[in-house]
């Protein structure tokens, strides 16, 4: 009779827990979701009031992609020249 008890105890507890949990799920997503939905106006408004935003990062990345190229091209000719050399 003892065991019993205890095992609807601990199943209790297990279920209250995991009812505890989905309600804190819940109120987290609705949290984001709020979140989410403030922001997303407001990123628009950004890019529809300049849509010159964009192209300083376009003209950063070409230039970072043009330093990488330079670089492989760099670390070539000298592998080249290192293995000429031997």
């Given at each position: 009779?003892?065991?019993?008890?205890?095992?609807?105890?601990?199943?209790?507890?297990?279920?209250?827990?995991?009812?505890?949990?989905?309600?804190?799920?819940?109120?987290?997503?609705?949290?984001?979701?709020?979140?989410?939905?403030?922001?997303?106006?407001?990123?628009?408004?950004?890019?529809?009031?300049d849509?010159?935003?964009?192209?300083?990062?376009?003209?950063?990345?070409?230039?970072?992609?043009?330093?990488?190229?330079?670089?492989?091209?760099?670390?070539?000719?000298?592998?080249?020249a290192?293995a000429?050399?031997?």
């Amino acid at each position: 009779m003892q065991e019993t008890i205890e095992w609807e105890s601990s199943a209790m507890r297990i279920l209250v827990s995991m009812v505890g949990l989905l309600v804190v799920m819940l109120i987290v997503m609705k949290l984001s979701a709020t979140q989410l939905q403030a922001l997303r106006p407001a990123a628009n408004d950004a890019v529809a009031s300049d849509p010159a935003a964009s192209q300083p990062a376009a003209t950063a990345a070409r230039q970072a992609a043009g330093q990488v190229g330079k670089a492989i091209e760099q670390a070539a000719a000298e592998r080249a020249a290192l293995a000429a050399s031997q």
